[in-house]
């Protein structure tokens, strides 16, 4: 034991193995850990922690379910089914399964509206996203190469594009002044900034919809993204995973699209990620998908998809799944509907309670402005406030340093992980929480009255906070003129 | 299309994706391709070329079936067990479905006939053995670093540990002297060496049973395996992906054995890759299994599994399967004999031809002595004669050069990947172009006179050769006194 001491470990096993690369000392990670430590169970744990830092897609299951009782002769399993084991269980081309990436296709054409196809030979798979995230970017970047990405964006892209391919995300800051959208001033300073410091950058990344802020991209920003890509002769790779879940206008434009349109862009430069584990709300089924108009990328990435190729049990159900065109067609207008009113619902309780959110069209959780709760416009304050909310109110929501976002007191809250049930429970502990007023006598109750709102266009805000902390006591914040910023706790981005 | 020209990617795309370290230029790859363009089938292609270069098991898979179609519940698409499709389709914890990591210690410690327990804990996923294997790399090797590999060893090998990982092998050549047995002063040499070379050795792996030899490494060669490790500080990789294809004696000792009998050893040195591809005949599932005895390495590994975890999906249902005790002996014993079987078979009518293969007791092929038949002692004319081998006798079976073996005319023969039928036809192929006598009166066809035996142990031969070939003419080679030792074809290892 004392051989695997750090010093022993820093001589034995890889810098990879020994850097702390893959994030998971982040808080976002922290907040599943809370959660795993006490998961909230209506009747078992009725006090536990519900998990809302969980983008995933419990609503439309029993649509999936409902087809696969339906079709047994899908499954490898059923009766019906069994006769096409042994060459399922057999069939590791990497290529896929013809049907599968035919299925894929389909799925992906029709969840754009049918506006776009997408050619099954430029299907290649990865061990889910996570899998074809990294694939992606050990096909166009050697160490030390840097890729550009708006900030607030999803918290493991540091884990997924820089752990052990080595390398750089360089972040692009959005700010609240115009809902967090990405412009190519900024971007054209920030590749400056790079170039000066002799840092090759290979592309822009962006995720579209977007995770955290549930927006889509619209139209002239993607045309611009492009132009600028093609200008500068350098890669974007548009993560697409959420491209089913808008559910209300603005309707989503797919990079494919674009590419369509603008006939004479550089397409190889253009790269779409792509997953079912957000859109069919199926994580454990690994199904990544890396969809690329380079050939030379089509084809070096499909010989690194042996390193994560998806169980031939799984896309031979899906292969039969996905090429139903009527389940197909039903599920996605089903699915964004029951997003739709869950998110209408859990948005409008929040506003009844004084809490807004950034205004969205998609996606599987809301981007809350707490900025009003903040005791000072620091990162240290939002640390403080999310551990109360873990700690006291028991939701494991995700604090928006985690996503690499510079204005401190927005908030990643997940709604789509739950039943009705539960988030009734979350919404009556965000209620208690937040107090309409402020008169609670319990003694270890204390007051954090409301700061006053610090952007002009922000309404006024009656929120009163009321919660138990052990050990601490908030005092009243007042206005806070002079707010003290601290870098988010960032394990990635280095050098 | 000009854009994505050669010198365009160079530019565009990483060093990974423009280099060839992913090794599909080796001829390994080469057979499968001339498969694939003309695949054997009893009535559709009878004419087409057999599948020998590839090591699946497809002898016990009726077992699976009866076992699946006994067992609904087990999978998520019958009506017995959609119950659980919601949560599985779910799951997403990278430490897997705690039943499913205690099946997989079941089945490993049966196949190891009981006598060691594997701990569930230390059970870290991987996208099948491809997966799994570059993992560990990533865990215990920096860019540059290097591990000794015995060779005649796995070809895709180079792509798995060195493509992404940077990493080098440094093969330990071992030859036909004493059957291709590792000793510990060859790897002694080799370690020496690459250390005034600077380079630096992080550690040793092999393959146990051995791929493409079909042999098990003896308790007294693992016991100094470990003895070397430990005195060097450095680790030993134990692919024991075949553990479960020992069909006679001498049986498999693991090196779990050993580490269980060396109590003082340094056990985080020791490190076991894993996968049902083989034993179970199950590659399309891509279950990779790394066993570390490790901490840190197991820590640090199950962080990297996700970018290929084992779909839940599938681990549900090998959950079920890997814990039923009955059906795991059952399944251990059964497809031993079938191995067995077949094996004897095979190498029964080859020795009938005067073919003689290398004696072993594992594995889905056997390591076939074709040096006799060569031209001349050297890889291009063991290139030559696979180029007969394939285009006119239709058998895709894979050159020893492509194992990275140091003596020419050797073969690895796949026979557990086809049906009785198919071998019948395979071996009538063989015997055609290995005739008895040698009176084939058709003008295309031409004669090989036998080589004399060039090592004094091997018996003399009465092999005659006899197959046409277009625009070539191939003498008697007589006796070859001064053999022409080419480099073999090696893509990967590089400096």
Request: proline share 5%; glycine share 8%; hydrophobic share 35%.
């Amino acid at each position: 034991m004392g051989f695997e001491s750090n010093q022993g470990n820093q001589f034995l096993l890889s810098k990879i193995a020994t850097n702390d690369g893959h994030g998971e000392d982040s808080p976002y990670f922290d907040g599943w850990k809370a959660y795993d430590n006490d998961p909230f169970h209506p009747d078992k744990n009725p006090s536990g922690v519900i998990q809302m830092g969980l983008a995933e897609n419990q609503l439309s299951s029993d649509l999936i379910v409902d087809w696969i009782r339906r079709n047994p002769k899908a499954s490898l399993c059923t009766e019906e089914g069994l006769g096409s084991f042994k060459d399922i269980a057999n069939f590791q081309d990497y290529h896929g399964l013809p049907e599968f990436r035919e299925g894929i296709a389909n799925f992906m054409g029709k969840a754009r509206g049918g506006r776009v196809r997408f050619d099954p030979s430029r299907i290649v798979m990865g061990g889910g996203a996570t899998g074809a995230s990294e694939m992606i970017i050990f096909c166009l970047a050697d160490p030390g190469d840097a890729f550009l990405v708006p900030s607030p964006y999803y918290p493991a892209f540091d884990r997924d594009l820089g752990w052990r391919t080595r390398a750089q995300i360089i972040p692009v800051h959005c700010n609240s002044s115009n809902n967090f959208q990405i412009t190519i001033p900024a971007l054209e300073a920030a590749y400056k900034k790079a170039r000066e410091s002799n840092i090759k950058i290979k592309g822009v990344i962006i995720t579209n919809p977007s995770n955290p802020l549930g927006t889509t991209y619209d139209h002239d920003t993607l045309k611009n993204l492009v132009t600028f890509v093609n200008d500068n002769n350098i890669h974007l790779i548009c993560d697409e995973i959420y491209s089913a879940t808008v559910f209300k206008s603005p309707s989503f434009t797919s990079i494919a699209e674009i590419v369509q349109e603008m006939e004479h862009c550089k397409k190889e430069l253009i790269h779409i990620l792509y997953s079912l584990s957000k859109d069919m709300g199926l994580p454990g089924f690994r199904v990544g998908i890396l969809y690329s108009y380079s050939d030379a990328v089509v084809n070096n990435s499909r010989k690194m998809s042996s390193f994560g190729l998806v169980s031939s049990q799984t896309q031979h159900l899906l292969a039969a799944m996905l090429s139903d065109e009527e389940f197909v067609e039903n599920f996605l207008v089903e699915n964004s509907k029951r997003l739709a009113e869950r998110h209408s619902r859990f948005t409008r309780e929040l506003e009844k309670m004084g809490i807004t959110c950034l205004n969205s069209n998609a996606g599987l959780f809301v981007w809350m402005d707490l900025r009003q709760l903040l005791k000072e416009q620091s990162f240290e304050a939002e640390m403080e406030l999310w551990r109360v909310i873990i700690d006291e109110v028991k939701l494991n929501v995700s604090p928006g340093s985690s996503f690499h976002v510079t204005e401190p007191g927005w908030f990643r809250v997940c709604f789509a992980n739950m039943d009705d049930n539960t988030v009734n429970v979350a919404l009556n502990r965000i209620q208690c929480f937040v107090g309409k007023n402020n008169k609670k006598e319990d003694d270890v109750a204390v007051t954090v009255a409301v700061v006053a709102p610090t952007k002009p266009k922000r309404r006024e805000s009656k929120l009163r906070l009321s919660f138990s902390f052990s050990g601490r006591r908030y005092e009243d914040g007042g206005v806070l003129n002079s707010p003290h910023m601290m870098s988010p706790h960032s394990p990635l981005v280095r050098g």
